[in-house]
């Protein structure tokens, strides 16, 4: 499985980095064949919404070279989204299989077209953006439409990570990789419903 790990100036990295932690393992732990990720950008070097700055492996690649293609969120994709050659290229990930973002990412993949006629969610901040591009706005911590899995607000991308490992593999593999990441919080099992962790 090839993933592509999207980077863009403003993102927030946490929307990555407890998604990044948790879908390695896949790897680590030999739990799929092939298991494989690139840092994509439109540029060499991006610097996150705290000024932290990361190299890209990849400059514009197309992503539809990929099996799975995660965008993070941040202020800047209330910008981005507008942002035709940006936008572009974000299109080319319209027959991977596997579509999903964390945060206000989904307002990426909402422009871009590939939320039409799907539940979706974002950081509770940004619903009223994200209504005109899904059917629906689903106030969880995760939201799964088909193979396009939506998380909510920045701690949410461990949740995030951890639904997608079950998602790929099974319970058994998630609880092994949950075990290692220390976090309590993840309830296994649940990975037949459309949204999970519901806010009530």
């Known amino acids: 499985m090839k993933m592509a790990f999207v980077l863009f100036d403003g993102m927030t990295s946490m929307d990555l980095a407890g998604f990044y932690e948790a879908v390695t393992w896949l790897a680590i732990l030999k739990a799929k064949e092939n298991v494989s990720w690139t840092f994509c950008s439109n540029k060499d070097e991006i610097t996150d919404d705290r000024g932290l700055k990361m190299k890209s492996d990849a400059v514009l690649p197309n992503l539809g070279d990929f099996d799975l293609v995660f965008f993070p969120g941040g202020l800047s994709t209330r910008m981005l989204r507008f942002d035709e050659d940006f936008m572009g290229w974000v299109r080319t990930a319209e027959n991977v299989p596997y579509k999903i973002s964390m945060c206000t990412g989904a307002l990426l993949l909402g422009a ?68 290692k990441l220390e976090y309590p919080y993840y309830k296994a099992g649940n990975i037949k419903d459309v949204y999970m962790h519901t806010f009530r």
Do not use: H, W
């Open 112 to 179: 871009a077209g590939f939320l039409n006629g799907k539940k979706a969610t974002t950081n509770s901040s940004a619903y009223d953006l994200l209504v005109p591009y899904c059917a629906e706005v689903i106030p969880a911590r995760v939201v799964r439409d088909g193979n396009t899995v939506t998380g909510a607000g920045v701690t949410a991308s461990i949740d995030l990570g951890l639904y997608m490992v079950e998602m790929l593999t099974n319970t058994e593999i998630v609880l092994q990789v949950q075990r």
